[in-house]
């Protein structure tokens, strides 16, 4: 059997009392779209920044494509074929939107050869260039590439984050809360982009919009105070008692030590 | 909204050809200027020279990278780095500033005490002629090297460096997760501001004819800090911009003191003053620096005479470079 993308297994994280993550395991087969909802600080940014390296978990393993991901500094991540992109926008906006997508790409040109101006240095820069329209043409923003990224509407400067994660050609792509702000238009939009992402990487998509998850994903993760409550495909999801519960707010009864802040 | 078409050909000529192509104009109009003004003013002119390298490089950590450097001039004295960043630089930079010139006192045997090293300036070569002003040949030499620097400098900010010197100071988690190891981006925008800092301050030594350590304190440092802020915060015209404020204000404030009379304590604080006044009108009138004010004039007027309205929705590219 092939090796999955991404394999979680009991990982626990602790912020002093609070237990954001419970041993939570999870797998993300090749070229697979994967939903994890779960209602606000449920852990679900928690776990993307286990994966990505930004904390240290107490307990658990994290295995990308067969290999031990648990102690890999972030700045790593990107050359391994793991991008991600943030809750909060994270754009630079010292940049263009078309520095932003161009420095999304690991590739990059020596120090030496940059401070001397070097001819090489210079091809590297219109190869990427060339490439980074190519993502935000296929977005559907190439008209945008010389705006600063607050100078375009928000919904915009959402798809700007996912052209810049995708210029790193990724073989897993973390994307948290893709959805929230945008319109119905958009996130139809949005819906169609990470659909054809599926055939050239595997996806796992923190979202709050449960619809939204249900018509992306072909498996699901439901966390809550840190647990893993459901896995399934959508249409098992939808049937989950517990899940509608958490959902709905009704009989949940805090786990111990889980009283998320 | 409209692709900036205009800026695209100017992307593809090569950057080395293009900057030195610049800096060799520059050259050539600052040498004729140079013969053309009094010894005075070649002197003046040297200083300016050798602040914008100083200010360039403090620029590029501080504007450019978000690192903040409070004892730049010490930096300046020295030109070595330790590796420090992120916010111990600025503390460990401040202890530089006001420890250094102390150590320099106190092991007056190494460094000649307060009253310093005297450093004997090289005059200038015979074939200029035996009456060429070595003030002239002082402001050449500082001329040669600002330009280098900010040939450099421009190269560097302007590459997938520079980019990633800038998405550091924006968003250090951002940078992290495209693949930019953070502390190294910070260690290097700090040697490379120090490597200014020390060239400035070896051509300073000449340019002043001793090396007193009272002269690379606080005081220096935080002058260089006001100048990046009043020409430009992140800009390389605008640390030309600011070292020219920094060397015409006391000029000015030394010749209003003396032509009023005022006692020696107020005329010693009084080109202070002034230049805290400047610092603070600047602040308030042009917060994003005299260069950043020149842009937005600069876009203001396309806008009045072409009609054509800026594609940045007023948002002016202060901390572009390459000249927007
Ligand atoms: N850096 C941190 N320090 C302390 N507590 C944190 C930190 N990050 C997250 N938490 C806590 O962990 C829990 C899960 O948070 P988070 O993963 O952001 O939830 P979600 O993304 O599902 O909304 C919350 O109780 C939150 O307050
Ligand atoms: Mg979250």
């Given at each position: 059997m092939e090796q999955p993308t991404l394999d979680v297994a009991d990982l626990t994280v602790r912020f002093g009392g609070v237990?954001?993550?419970?041993r939570v395991s999870l797998r993300v087969e090749a070229n697979e779209i994967h939903g994890i909802i779960g209602p606000n600080g449920a852990g679900k940014t928690t776990l993307f920044n286990a994966v990505c390296g930004f904390l240290r978990p107490q307990g658990g393993t994290i295995s990308y494509r067969g290999r031990?991901?648990?102690?890999?500094?972030?700045?790593?991540l990107a050359r391994l074929g793991i991008a991600r992109t943030l809750q909060?926008?994270?754009?630079?906006?010292?940049?263009t939107v078309l520095e932003n997508v161009v420095m999304g790409s690991h590739a990059r040109p020596h120090f030496l050869g940059s401070l001397l101006g070097m001819p090489a240095a210079d091809r590297l820069e219109r190869r990427l260039r060339g490439q980074a329209l190519e993502v935000l043409s296929e977005l559907g923003?190439?008209?945008?590439?010389?705006?600063?990224?607050?100078?375009?509407p928000y919904g915009v400067q959402k798809r700007v984050i996912i052209a810049r994660a995708l210029m790193a050609r990724p073989a897993l792509l973390l994307l948290d809360?893709?959805?929230?702000?945008?319109s119905s238009r958009e996130m139809d939009r949005l819906h169609k982009l990470v659909g054809s992402l599926r055939q050239r990487m595997s996806v796992v998509v923190v979202e709050h919009h449960l619809d939204f998850v249900m018509a992306i994903s072909q498996r699901i993760t439901v966390l809550n105070f840190g647990r893993v409550i459901a896995s399934g495909t959508p249409a098992d999801i939808r049937g989950n008692r517990e899940v509608s519960e958490a959902y709905l707010g009704q009989a949940v009864t805090p786990s111990e030590g889980a009283a998320g802040a | 909204m409209a692709i900036r078409l205009a800026r695209w050909p100017s992307r593809t000529t090569p950057t080395l050809g293009r900057h030195l192509a610049l800096a060799v104009g520059a050259a050539i109009l600052l040498l004729l200027l140079s013969s053309q003004i009094g010894a005075y003013d070649d002197y003046n002119l040297a200083e300016v020279a050798i602040f914008v390298i100083a200010v360039a490089g403090l620029n590029v950590l501080?504007?450019?990278?978000g690192q903040l450097s409070l004892g730049h001039g010490a930096l300046m004295a020295i030109g070595a780095a330790a590796r420090l960043r992120g916010p111990y630089l600025a503390g460990a930079t401040l202890a530089l500033a006001v420890g250094l010139p102390q150590i320099a006192t106190r092991y007056s045997h190494v460094f000649g005490g307060e009253e310093g090293l005297t450093v004997t300036p090289p005059g200038p070569p015979d074939w200029l002629g035996a009456d060429f002003p070595p003030e002239r040949w002082m402001a050449w030499i500082a001329i040669a090297a600002a330009l280098v620097t900010i040939v450099l400098l421009a190269n560097l900010l302007q590459s997938s460096v520079g980019r990633s010197f800038k998405a550091v100071r924006d968003h250090e988690a951002a940078a992290a997760l495209a693949g930019i190891d953070v502390a190294r981006t910070q260690v290097h925008a700090f040697v490379v501001s120090s490597a200014c800092a020390g060239l400035a301050g070896s051509l300073f030594a000449y340019w002043s004819g001793l090396t007193a350590p009272a002269g690379f304190g606080v005081a220096l440092s935080l002058q260089l800090l006001s100048a990046i802020v009043i020409g430009g915060l992140g800009s390389l015209s605008g640390a030309v911009w600011g070292s020219i404020i920094l060397v015409i204000i006391p000029a000015l404030t030394g010749g209003l003191a003396s032509s009023l009379s005022l006692a020696s304590s107020v005329a010693n604080n009084l080109p202070l003053a002034i230049y805290g006044s400047v610092l603070v009108l600047a602040m308030l009138l042009v917060p994003n620096g005299i260069d950043g004010g020149l842009r937005r004039l600069l876009v203001l007027a396309r806008t009045r005479w072409t009609g054509a309205p800026s594609t940045h929705k007023g948002v002016v590219d202060w901390d572009d470079p390459s000249g927007g």
């Open positions: 237990v954001a993550l419970d031990a991901l648990l102690g890999t500094a972030p700045h790593h909060g926008l994270g754009l630079w906006p010292g940049l923003i190439a008209d945008i590439a010389d705006a600063r990224p607050p100078a375009v809360e893709p959805a929230s702000g945008l | 501080t504007g450019v990278n």
